[in-house]
Antibody, heavy 118, light 105 residues
């Protein structure tokens, strides 16, 4: 079965960067896009970007351009999301999600809580 | 950038009743529209894609309709496990989510 397992919770100081990993199993890693979505406490879902694990090509939401870096290591079936210049507004649960039908997200990781605090 | 608007923000219904949720997009997304359900402390679950196709394992009481800029998610007879927050998502131009509708008892 498809599984996405994310790295553990992080606490960062303002101005720092955070890198979250998402390890995939149960399917061919290069067959489907992986998306990154975040959710601030008590707030809605916010799409951040996607990566094509086959080519490494990425797209990101305008809001995050220049601050988010999406990469993958196909040898270990793992995708990464790095967010830089963190502020308290970046405190959120970060999810990776696999494509289901085009850019719908049918399989989700368990989420990674990133807390930004001085 | 496509702006998604969901209404109402909160919908109060009784078990067994029908719930109708709306999603509007700022420009046409054809039928490239999905719906998700999220319960507290859980990741979202895909319900509907292609505006009206149910994802694997989704009960028939969930149905989607619409095209262009106006979409509807209908839950025909609410069960206790359906009380949750529902999000629409367009994937016609990358991706974007609506702000959510909370369905409460």
């Amino acid at each position: 079965q498809v599984q996405l397992v994310q790295s553990g919770a992080e606490v960062k100081k303002p101005g720092a960067s955070v890198k979250v990993s998402c390890k995939a199993s149960g399917y061919t890693f290069t067959d489907n896009y992986l998306h990154w979505v975040r959710q601030a406490p008590g707030q809605g879902l916010e799409w951040m970007g996607r990566i094509n694990p086959s080519s490494g090509g990425t797209n990101s939401a305008q809001k995050f351009q220049g601050r988010v870096t999406l990469t993958r290591d196909s040898s270990i079936n793992t995708a990464f999301m790095e967010l830089s210049s963190l502020t308290s507004d970046d405190t959120a649960v970060y999810y990776c999600a696999r494509g289901y039908y085009y850019d719908t997200m049918g399989y989700w990781g368990q989420g990674t809580l990133v807390t930004v605090s001085s | 950038e496509i702006v998604m608007t969901q209404s109402p923000a909160t919908l109060s219904v009784s078990p067994g009743e029908r719930a109708t949720l709306s999603c509007r997009t700022s420009q046409s997304v054809s039928t490239n529209l999905a719906w998700y359900q999220q319960k507290p402390g859980q990741a979202p679950r895909l319900l509907i894609y292609g505006a009206f196709a149910r994802a694997t394992g989704i009960p028939a009481r969930f149905s989607g309709s619409g095209s262009g800029t106006e979409f509807t998610l209908t839950i025909s007879s609410l069960q206790s496990e359906d009380f949750a927050v529902y999000y629409c998502q367009q994937y016609n131009n990358l991706a974007a989510f609506g702000q959510g509708t909370k369905v409460e008892i």
